[in-house]
């Protein structure tokens, strides 16, 4: 088995979408009425991919409000919690999961948790901008599908969501022939990740323990020249030279000889191929949100030039931007609707 590695967050402190479709008949929300114009300064930090769609709401809110001012530190999601917990941000921007030492950070100095609101859905295959996770085969595998449930099964020695037995071999998935005896060889992210740790929380019920011995693990490499070789990038080229692989990678890197398995929930649940309108709408479950945090002391309104701001993000307006600006998904408008009803 693998040791565990601690998380390491290095802190450096230095100061998309197109409209999903309304859920259960959800009425899309009312265009975005700006109040009384006032002279506030918002400060944004987090994660750089990011800084252009933000700068595109700022510029947005500004058209109504022009007495609004922005900062922009966009240095990383690593430095948006440690801002915002030691006051030097108001809103904290992630294209990733939280970490322990985000949560945990945090709750040392506020003793309390942030405010959490999603704002956009992650692309469904740009790199850096929260793509959707695929589960991918080679095309000359027969395989068209799996539950949460069996990815768990092959993945972890946990098992977390339900299986009774664990899956090594494509026979256990009911291919058959020459298929059925073959091992299921596991290509992925190296486990400490972004993406793998978002993949552990949705799709092994936040196991480490991984199928260690069908396993290998792959981290960004850079070329003599500079060039950077993402780790999905590897996946999927290891997958082309394995024909018994199964790769965790993004949809980008796949190619005619790769394909895509549509996955579902549980066992009962529908299949949902890893489409722009299942992942907007977030049927398919390896979409990843992109959210804000802000500082809300239990029992204390939220600073209402930062609510302001974040309702218009999740305006209609606020998420037509993300459709003309970047490779990230607006919300369905039941979902904006859930999210601006954490802002009262």
Not at 215 to 235: K, W
Not at 269 to 276: I, L, R, S
Not at 277 to 300: H, K, M, T, W
């Amino acid at each position: 088995m693998k040791p565990w590695r601690p998380l390491v967050m290095l802190v450096a402190l230095g100061a998309g979408f197109a409209p999903g479709p309304a859920v259960g008949g959800a009425e899309p929300l009312d265009p975005y009425r700006p109040p009384a114009n006032e002279s506030t300064t918002i400060r944004l930090w987090g994660d750089r991919h990011l800084a252009g769609l933000a700068r595109a709401w700022a510029a947005g809110y500004q058209a109504s409000q022009p007495g609004a001012n922005f900062t922009f530190h966009l240095l990383g999601n690593g430095t948006a919690m440690p801002a915002l917990y030691l006051g030097l941000a108001d809103v904290a921007l992630f294209g990733r999961d939280l970490i322990v030492t985000d949560s945990d950070g945090f709750a040392h100095v506020r003793k309390y948790s942030p405010l959490r609101v999603e704002l956009a859905t992650g692309s469904l295959a740009t790199p850096g901008e929260a793509p959707a996770l695929v589960l991918a085969v080679r095309s000359d595998n027969p395989l068209r599908e799996l539950t949460l449930q069996q990815v768990d099964a092959i993945f972890s020695s946990q098992r977390r969501l339900g299986s009774t037995t664990e899956i090594r071999t494509w026979g256990q998935l009911g291919l058959i022939g020459e298929w059925a005896g073959r091992p299921i060889h596991l290509h992925a992210d190296d486990t400490e990740s972004m993406a793998a740790l978002f993949f552990q929380r949705v799709a092994l019920g936040g196991s480490r323990r991984m199928n260690w011995e069908h396993f290998a693990e792959y981290s960004d490499r850079r070329e003599p020249d500079g060039t950077v070789i993402t780790a999905a990038e590897q996946t999927a080229a290891a997958l082309r030279a394995d024909g018994s692989g199964l790769a965790v990678t993004n949809a980008s890197y796949l190619t005619p000889d790769l394909k895509a398995l549509s996955l579902a929930e549980g066992p009962a649940g529908t299949f949902y191929a890893p489409v722009v309108e299942n992942v907007a709408s977030r049927r398919y479950p390896l979409a990843r949100p992109v959210f804000a945090c802000i500082d809300q002391p239990p029992g204390q309104p939220i600073n209402p030039s930062v609510r302001d701001f974040l309702r218009y993000v999740l305006s209609p307006d606020g998420q037509a931007i993300i459709e003309r600006s970047s490779g990230y998904l607006a919300l369905t408008s039941a979902a904006a609707g859930r999210e601006a009803s954490k802002l009262r």
